[in-house]
C-alpha cells in the first residue's frame, strides 16, 4: 500500500529573509512619510501647525458667542481640504450669533455664524436673553439719520448723545435772559446692542456669502434698538427719550469692551429695586446740563 510522503520540515532560519525584507519595506515606508511632512510644511510627523477656533463648551442656536465658550486647538490639514472659513484667533468670533447647535470640542467655521441674529431662524430661540446680573434689556426707538444709516448691528456699542433746551431744567417762576440756550451732551456710553428692530434689511452671516452687488451688506436701517444697561439708566433714558432729542454714535470696534457687560458693579444701583425714579432736578444733578 503506498504510504504519503513525509511534509518537508522548513529549514532552520529559513524566515530570516522575509523578516529582513519586511524591516527594510518599513525602514523605506518611515522615510516616504518623512519627506511627504516635510514638504506639507510639517503637517505629518512634525505635528498640526494650524490654529483654529474651537467650542469649548456647547452653544445654543441663536447665542451671542463670548470668550467662555471658546478656545484654540492644533490641527493639520491633509489632502486638498482648506481652513479658508475657519478661525485662528478667538477675538474674531466673540459676539456673533450661533446660527446653529454647536457641539464641545466643533471647529467654528464662518457658515455657523452670523452676525446679525434677525438672520436667524427663530424656531428653537432661548426662553432668554442673554443679559449679565443686575441689568435689564430696553427697546429705544431709531432710524436713519438717528442710527447712523442702519450701520449699528447686534454686539456693537453706541453712546447716545441728548440735546436740550435748558428751560426744560428751570424751576419756579425765573426766566431766562437772552436768546434760548441749547445743550447737547452724551449722556450714555458703551450701551451694548443685543437685538435690532424688525425693520433689518441686508443682514450677512459672518462669512458674508450672501451679499449681492445690489445691496450693502450692512444690517440695514432699523425701527428700532434694543439695549442693554442698568434699571436706573433705564429710567434715566426713558427720560431723555420723552424730553429731548436723541442721537446715537456708533463706536469703532477697537473700542468695544471684550467681553459682554460683567454682572451689575454700579454700587447706586445695584439691582432693580434701587431705581426710585427721575426728574429733571435728578437729570441736571447727574448730567450737569446747566453747569455748561
Request: glycine letters at 10%.
Amino acid at each position: 500500500m503506498a504510504v504519503a510522503p513525509a511534509a518537508t520540515r522548513p529549514r532552520p532560519g529559513g524566515g530570516r529573509l522575509f523578516i529582513i525584507v519586511g524591516l527594510l519595506l518599513a525602514v523605506l515606508a518611515f522615510g516616504g512619510v518623512f519627506l511627504i511632512g516635510g514638504a506639507t510644511g510639517g503637517a505629518g510627523l512634525g505635528g498640526p501647525s494650524n490654529t483654529v477656533v474651537i467650542a469649548k463648551q456647547s452653544i445654543p442656536l441663536r447665542h451671542q458667542i463670548t470668550a467662555a465658550d471658546l478656545e484654540t486647538a492644533k490641527m493639520s490639514v491633509a489632502g486638498n481640504a482648506t481652513l479658508a472659513n475657519t478661525y485662528d484667533n478667538v477675538n474674531n468670533v466673540l459676539s456673533l450669533i450661533s446660527e446653529i447647535n454647536i457641539t464641545k470640542g466643533t471647529v467654528i467655521t464662518s457658515d455657523m455664524l452670523a452676525k446679525d441674529i434677525n438672520l436667524v431662524p427663530s424656531g428653537a430661540a432661548p426662553a432668554y436673553l442673554p443679559l449679565a446680573k443686575g441689568y435689564v434689556a430696553m427697546t429705544v426707538p431709531t432710524g436713519e439719520q438717528q442710527g447712523v444709516a442702519g450701520h449699528i448691528s447686534v454686539g456693537d456699542y453706541i453712546t447716545v448723545i441728548a440735546s436740550a433746551s435748558l428751560t426744560i431744567f428751570k424751576t419756579g417762576s425765573g426766566q431766562q435772559q437772552g436768546p434760548t440756550k441749547v445743550v447737547a451732551k452724551t449722556v450714555f456710553t458703551n450701551l451694548r446692542i443685543i437685538g435690532l428692530g424688525p425693520a433689518s434689511t441686508g443682514v450677512q452671516p459672518a462669512s458674508g456669502t450672501n451679499s449681492t452687488t445690489t445691496q450693502q451688506t450692512t444690517s440695514g436701517v432699523t425701527s428700532s434698538l434694543t439695549v442693554e444697561l442698568t434699571q436706573c439708566d433705564a429710567e434715566f433714558l426713558t427720560w431723555f427719550l420723552s424730553n429731548t432729542t436723541v442721537r446715537y454714535t456708533l463706536e469703532s470696534f477697537k473700542d468695544y469692551s471684550p467681553t459682554p457687560p460683567a454682572d451689575n458693579q454700579d454700587p447706586a444701583c445695584p439691582d432693580i429695586t434701587r431705581a426710585g425714579g427721575v426728574s429733571q432736578n435728578q437729570v441736571d444733578a447727574k448730567f450737569h446740563f446747566t453747569a455748561l
